[in-house]
T-cell receptor, first 112, second 114 residues
């Protein structure tokens, strides 16, 4: 069956360091992969989209990689700040459809 | 641009009553809207996909007679939880699709059924 896995354990890092979050998937053929930020009690906010033919995408302090062979995406936040503390969700769009499947998210805590 | 609102932001109701949640795309027309449910510390689970003017497509395991979806216009979709029970208590989030792969989420509605 189709499955998306994100590290369920919270990630604690020191301010200024680079945070790296992992998203693995199985039995999918995603047209693209997205990363969202979700704060407690709020809806997800779109951050980045990377297509299946792209290896890397950057936006300001954010970087996403997409390895369709490993079926894995890495999400990096450089020079992390306490304001980056949130849950980060990985989401896959199924090829040919508009259906988005979400991972359970990884909680990031950035300590000052 | 691309703002999606939900109303109400939270609601508390008695068991057996029905609750309506509205989802609006404020500054764009959304041909497709999605309804998700999220339990604490869990992933967003897609409940149904609705297209303007047609019946919603429900995901497996979601009761269409319990979760009524109406997509009356290109900017409004409603989810009605009928005969709500405590196990329906959850965070309900809508999203509106724009273009080929853009999806914008509402702020969510916290439903508590007593």
């Amino acid at each position: 069956s189709q499955k998306i896995e994100q590290n369920s354990e919270a990630l604690n890092i020191q301010e200024g360091k680079t945070a790296t979050l992992t998203c693995n998937y199985t039995n999918y053929s995603p047209a693209y992969l997205q990363w969202y930020r979700q704060d407690p009690g709020r809806g997800p906010v779109f951050l980045l989209l990377i297509r299946e033919n792209e290896k890397e995408k950057r936006k300001e302090r954010l970087k996403v990689t997409f390895d369709t062979t490993l079926k894995q995406s890495l999400f990096h936040i450089t020079a992390s700040q306490p304001a980056d503390s949130a849950t980060y969700l990985c989401a896959l769009e199924i090829t040919g459809g508009f259906k988005t499947i979400f991972g359970a998210g990884t909680r990031l805590f950035v300590k000052a | 641009g691309a703002v999606v609102s939900q109303h109400p932001s939270w609601v508390i109701c008695k068991s057996g009553t029905s609750v309506k949640i509205e989802c609006r795309s404020l500054d764009f027309q959304a041909t497709t809207m999605f309804w998700y449910r999220q339990f604490p510390k869990q992933s967003l689970m897609l409940m149904a996909t609705s297209n303007e003017g047609s019946k919603a497509t429900y995901e497996q395991g979601v009761e269409k007679d319990k979760f009524l979806i109406n997509h009356a216009s290109l900017t409004l979709s409603t989810l009605t939880v009928t005969s709500a029970h405590p196990e329906d208590s959850s965070f309900y989030i809508c999203s509106a699709g724009r273009g080929k792969n853009e999806q914008f989420f509402g702020p969510g509605t916290r439903l508590t059924v007593l």
